[in-house]
Protein backbone atom coordinates (compact mmCIF):
# COMPACT_ATOMS: atom_id res chain seq x y z
CA UNK A 1 0.00 0.00 0.00
CA UNK A 2 1.29 3.47 -0.61
CA UNK A 3 0.26 6.81 0.43
CA UNK A 4 1.90 10.49 -0.40
CA UNK A 5 1.45 13.24 1.90
CA UNK A 6 2.88 15.65 4.27
CA UNK A 7 4.60 15.64 7.49
CA UNK A 8 2.66 17.69 9.97
CA UNK A 9 5.60 17.99 12.53
CA UNK A 10 9.26 16.96 12.62
CA UNK A 11 10.05 13.09 13.01
CA UNK A 12 10.67 11.94 16.58
CA UNK A 13 12.23 8.96 18.08
CA UNK A 14 11.52 6.88 20.75
CA UNK A 15 12.74 4.07 22.87
CA UNK A 16 10.97 0.45 22.87
CA UNK A 17 13.07 -1.40 24.88
CA UNK A 18 16.79 -1.47 25.57
CA UNK A 19 17.91 -2.68 22.31
CA UNK A 20 15.31 -1.02 19.87
CA UNK A 21 14.04 2.69 19.04
CA UNK A 22 11.15 3.56 16.24
CA UNK A 23 11.24 6.51 14.36
CA UNK A 24 7.47 8.29 14.75
CA UNK A 25 6.28 11.05 12.18
CA UNK A 26 2.05 12.21 11.45
CA UNK A 27 1.63 12.98 8.02
CA UNK A 28 -1.60 14.71 6.21
CA UNK A 29 -2.71 13.34 3.53
CA UNK A 30 -5.51 15.31 1.44
CA UNK A 31 -8.66 14.65 -0.98
CA UNK A 32 -10.25 16.30 -3.63
CA UNK A 33 -13.27 15.53 -4.54
CA UNK A 34 -16.72 17.21 -5.72
CA UNK A 35 -20.20 17.80 -3.72
CA UNK A 36 -23.22 19.18 -5.30
CA UNK A 37 -20.96 20.79 -8.32
CA UNK A 38 -18.70 22.55 -5.44
CA UNK A 39 -14.73 21.84 -5.03
CA UNK A 40 -14.27 20.18 -1.64
CA UNK A 41 -11.33 19.39 -0.03
CA UNK A 42 -10.89 16.64 2.93
CA UNK A 43 -7.30 15.82 5.41
CA UNK A 44 -6.92 12.78 7.03
CA UNK A 45 -4.06 12.27 9.46
CA UNK A 46 -1.93 9.28 9.74
CA UNK A 47 0.46 8.11 12.15
CA UNK A 48 3.23 6.64 10.83
CA UNK A 49 6.34 4.39 12.19
CA UNK A 50 9.60 3.26 10.76
CA UNK A 51 11.44 0.20 12.41
CA UNK A 52 14.51 -0.02 10.25
CA UNK A 53 17.03 2.73 11.96
CA UNK A 54 16.49 6.28 13.88
CA UNK A 55 19.02 7.89 11.70
CA UNK A 56 16.44 8.93 8.71
CA UNK A 57 14.42 11.14 11.42
CA UNK A 58 16.59 14.12 11.52
CA UNK A 59 15.55 14.05 7.62
CA UNK A 60 12.20 13.72 7.73
CA UNK A 61 10.65 17.13 8.59
CA UNK A 62 7.80 19.45 8.67
CA UNK A 63 5.80 20.37 5.90
CA UNK A 64 8.50 17.74 3.57
CA UNK A 65 5.75 15.90 0.76
CA UNK A 66 6.84 12.13 1.35
CA UNK A 67 5.08 9.09 -0.22
CA UNK A 68 5.18 5.86 1.51
CA UNK A 69 5.28 2.44 1.45
CA UNK A 70 4.15 0.23 3.91
CA UNK A 71 0.74 -1.63 5.51
CA UNK A 72 -1.36 -0.22 8.04
CA UNK A 73 -2.15 -1.94 11.23
CA UNK A 74 -4.46 -1.92 14.10
CA UNK A 75 -3.28 -1.37 17.77
CA UNK A 76 -5.44 -1.65 20.48
CA UNK A 77 -5.39 0.39 24.25
CA UNK A 78 -7.06 0.68 27.06
CA UNK A 79 -8.25 4.32 27.73
CA UNK A 80 -7.79 6.04 31.20
CA UNK A 81 -12.07 5.36 31.71
CA UNK A 82 -11.23 1.83 31.16
CA UNK A 83 -12.67 1.71 27.53
CA UNK A 84 -11.02 -1.00 25.08
CA UNK A 85 -9.89 1.10 22.24
CA UNK A 86 -7.82 1.12 18.57
CA UNK A 87 -6.01 2.82 16.35
CA UNK A 88 -4.40 2.49 13.14
CA UNK A 89 -0.68 3.33 12.08
CA UNK A 90 0.98 2.82 9.08
CA UNK A 91 4.11 0.52 9.41
CA UNK A 92 6.77 2.39 6.61
CA UNK A 93 8.92 -0.06 5.10
CA UNK A 94 10.35 2.45 2.18
CA UNK A 95 10.07 6.63 2.18
CA UNK A 96 9.92 8.13 -1.05
CA UNK A 97 10.97 11.54 -0.23
CA UNK A 98 9.44 14.49 -3.15
CA UNK A 99 10.08 16.98 -1.80
CA UNK A 100 13.57 18.39 0.18
CA UNK A 101 14.21 18.25 4.14
CA UNK A 102 14.14 21.77 6.06
CA UNK A 103 17.19 20.53 8.55
CA UNK A 104 19.94 22.59 7.24
CA UNK A 105 17.13 25.49 7.05
CA UNK A 106 18.26 26.49 3.46
CA UNK A 107 16.90 23.60 1.31
CA UNK A 108 20.19 22.37 0.44
CA UNK A 109 20.68 18.95 1.38
CA UNK A 110 24.19 17.86 -0.46
CA UNK A 111 24.77 15.69 2.59
CA UNK A 112 20.90 14.20 2.93
CA UNK A 113 21.90 10.32 1.64
CA UNK A 114 17.68 9.77 0.60
CA UNK A 115 18.20 12.92 -1.72
CA UNK A 116 22.10 13.03 -2.77
CA UNK A 117 21.88 11.35 -6.21
CA UNK A 118 20.28 8.26 -5.29
CA UNK A 119 17.51 6.66 -7.35
CA UNK A 120 14.83 8.70 -7.02
CA UNK A 121 15.23 9.52 -3.99
CA UNK A 122 13.67 6.60 -2.36
CA UNK A 123 15.17 5.39 1.13
CA UNK A 124 15.62 1.47 1.12
CA UNK A 125 16.85 -0.41 4.28
CA UNK A 126 20.44 -0.12 4.48
CA UNK A 127 23.31 -0.23 6.81
CA UNK A 128 23.66 4.03 7.28
CA UNK A 129 20.01 3.48 9.00
CA UNK A 130 20.32 0.27 10.74
Not at 90 to 118: C, H, V, W, Y
Request: positive net charge.
Amino acid sequence: MEITGRLVADATVRAVNAEKNVTGFRVAVNRHYKSQGEQKEETAYIDCTYWRGEGIAPFLTKGMLVQLSGFMTAEPWVSRDGEPKASLRFRTDEINMLTKSAKNGTGDNKNNPKQAGDKKGVLKPSEQFN
